[in-house]
């Protein structure tokens, strides 16, 4: 198959060479990799910026930042690693790249909206870079609570212009992903033949359509009292702030869900093929990415037990979380009952897998901690929240990336990264990741509140120790990094299946040519059937 | 949106957007019902103000130019070319109506000293602030939606013009249409509970 010309080599539209035909592209393929380069900039430029954060928590006052700087910092922080990474990244990237290939399409339904995303995803990072200037970087965290954000006198109207733009685009891509899915899937495709990370994506794109206007609308507001001090959420004169938070909230527990969503889509591409066994409980992991959606957008007050709700409220909304950690649990077990008795290849996608599937067991426990609105009272507010969310974002969400990342990388390229590399980077990884947020669960649970630029002399061995981690992690993320970017010019050349899937991005060249498919695509009548692979390797 | 044949699935990304509108103006409802529930007579007292003449007026307006556009799609649909454009200039011209009358009904407003952050609202009851900031925000809001709309009828009536919208291909005048819809639609839960119901 190395006649055929890849999407690298042909433009679309044919009539653009060089940096327009990347720039006007509405090849999916091309976005999708438009897509890579920019938000590894962002997440690198967020990592440093964490990195930065943990130095100066590393020892008693002020050790290189001063206090204003430190608010601005894991403010910048926060709303990078959420609006410019973690929400964009897994669908951004490999939903444009991988979906249609999965579903047989030649391209998503709405190619030049697809392009129209990407322009208002680079938009927005724009914006965030110019609110840096003037009167300086936002200091409200990436929750903009009222009535500090309504008051301080930093750039939060353009950041959250930012934030505005950037949700309207991860909507356009969603309402993009669902036309897809209904309308360009091949014939033979039935709902029930779809591979799971383009269900985990059609989930996700629901949740964006549900829950992202409310954030619209919500940071609309908060702009609109900036500017013209309506006072809705203010209450001297009639406004209510928790009002603001419920709103906040109604989008954010959600988006923690269209987060998650993909990335657990990965690790159920990840785990059947290197078991070499068809996945356990296909349907019972896409209804449970179903019910994540439905039951997700129901949980949002649990950020809030402490902020005044009636107590019949923190009830129901603690009850409502409790059911909402049974479909991801359904996810775990379903993983582990793939890998029992399968016949396990180790690689770097799966090792990172695996990682993942701890790490976020981990996250999501420690997430009942917090439901439970008893011990919440206790660990509001602490770093045990902090910890707890990076175990299930990062640990989660940021190992899923890093697994799809190494799985689909000689799809995207045709070329392999270093396997070495790989592995000792994610041993960096992994080992400093425990090593920089365990010690937060422990003085979190001592009371070390979170967003404090200094702290009581009793947390300083916890903190010391998570700068410590923090430093071999980042270590490990920029060797993985820098593994990937090698592997794109040095790496040895791939074929069309590495891994030996079955989903229908395998059965194309690597990389793919412009229209996907040399032939007509054959579509099996259950996705992680292996029976044709034992067979060819008799 | 021209690029594909595929009608249906241009209707359902539309329809999938449309959802999303929903939403952002539900945001803005959940407001309304709360503090409804929370200063119900200063409401009702802020409703009073309100002028029932123009939001009725409004209304009949918005529908008018909802019919106009449904009929311009059946017109396109019947190869009558001229009629639709005819039928979209009057929804066009309904749209700018809509416009003069909520300026009028707003600069009154302004004139009486009913504005956000105006010092008559801050005197009065926080109720009042609040209606007449949600009446600011949530028809605000409307109002740029319905300048949105008048430049997608404006683009098709543009591509109808230029015979990119037959009646073979006419999604994309069917899909400004279903936005129109949709303003007007939001229009008439904005009506009630601005003007009616207090």
Known sequence: MTDVKSFFETPAPPKYSGILSWLITTDHKRIGILYLFSILGWFALAIIIGLLIRLELMFI?????????????????????????????????????????????????????????????????????????????????????????????????????????????????????????????????????????????YATGWVQLLATPIIAITLLLVMFERWFNIGLFDPD????????????????????YIMILPGMGIISEIIPTFARKSIFGYKAIVFSSLMIAVAGSLVWAHHMYTS????????????????????????????????????????????????????????????????????????????????????????????AFFAGLHYWWPKLFGRMYNFKTAYLSGVLITVGFMFHYVPMFIIGLQGMPRRYHDYLPQFEQGNYLAGYGAVIMVIGMFMMLI???????????????????????????????LHNFVSEPKIMDYPYDFSRFFKKNK | MQSSSDHEGSKL?????????????????????????????????????????????????????????????????????????????????????????????????FEVGIYPNSEKLLESDPGLNIFFGLYYVITGLHGVHIIIGMALLVWSLVRVKSNHITDQNYVLLENAGLYWHLVDLIWIFIFPLFYLIL
């Not at chain 1, 004169?237 to 923690?256: E, K, N, T």
């Not at chain 1, 509001?380 to 190992?399: E, P, W």
């Not at chain 1, 593994?483 to 010019?489: P, R, Y």
Request: aromatic share 16%; proline share 5%; net charge neutral.
């Open chain 1, 61 to 201: 006052g002020e050790t290189i930042f001063s206090p204003e700087q430190y608010n601005a910092l894991f403010t910048l922080h926060g709303v990078i690693m959420i609006f410019l990474f973690i929400i964009p990244a897994i669908p951004a990237i490999f939903g444009n790249f991988i979906l249609p290939i999965q579903v047989g399409a030649d391209d998503v339904f709405f190619p030049k909206i697809n392009l129209l995303s990407w322009y208002l995803y680079m938009l927005g990072g724009l914006l965030a870079i110019i609110s840096l200037f003037g009167d300086g970087p936002p200091d409200t965290g990436w929750t903009f609570y009222v009535p500090f954000s309504v008051s301080t006198n930093t750039n939060v109207s353009l950041t959250i212009a930012a934030a505005f733009i950037l949700g309207f685009s991860s909507m356009l891509t969603a309402i993009n992903f669902i036309t897809t899915i209904h309308r360009l899937k091949a014939s033979q495709m039935k709902w029930m033949r779809i591979p799971l990370f383009t269900w985990s994506l």
């Open chain 1, 237 to 256: 004169r009639g406004g209510d702030p928790i009002l603001y938070q419920h709103l906040f909230w109604m989008y954010s527990h959600p988006a923690v």
């Open chain 1, 308 to 399: 005044g709700m009636s107590d019949t409220a923190v009830f129901v909304f603690s009850l409502l979380t409790f059911i909402v950690a049974i479909p991801s649990a359904i996810k775990v077990f379903s993983w582990i009952s793939t890998l029992y008795k399968g016949s396990i290849q180790m690689s770097p996608p799966l090792f990172y897998a695996l990682c993942f599937i701890y790490l976020f067991s981990v996250g999501g426990l420690t997430g009942l901690v917090l439901g439970a609105a008893g011990p919440d009272i206790h660990v509001h507010d602490t770093a045990f929240v902090v910890a707890h969310f990076h175990f299930t974002m990062f640990g989660g969400t940021g190992f």
């Open chain 1, 483 to 513: 593994n990937l970017l090698i592997g794109i010019k040095k790496g040895a050349v791939t074929d069309s299946n590495p891994w030996g899937g079955v989903t229908l991005e395998w059965q194309v060249p690597s990389p793919p040519p």
């Open chain 2, 13 to 109: 990304g539309m329809w999938l957007f449309l959802y999303t509108e929903i939403m952002l103006f539900g945001g803005l409802f959940v407001l309304y019902a709360v503090y409804y529930h929370k200063f119900t007579d200063d409401f009702i007292a802020g409703g009073q103000q309100l002028d029932t003449f123009f939001g009725t007026l409004n209304t009949v307006i918005l529908l008018i130019s909802s019919f106009a556009v449904a009929a311009a799609i059946t017109a396109i649909q019947n190869n009558s070319k001229k009629i639709a454009i005819i039928l979209l200039g009057s929804s066009l011209l309904c749209g700018f109506l809509f416009l003069i009358n909520k300026y009028i009904e707003w600069s009154h407003k």
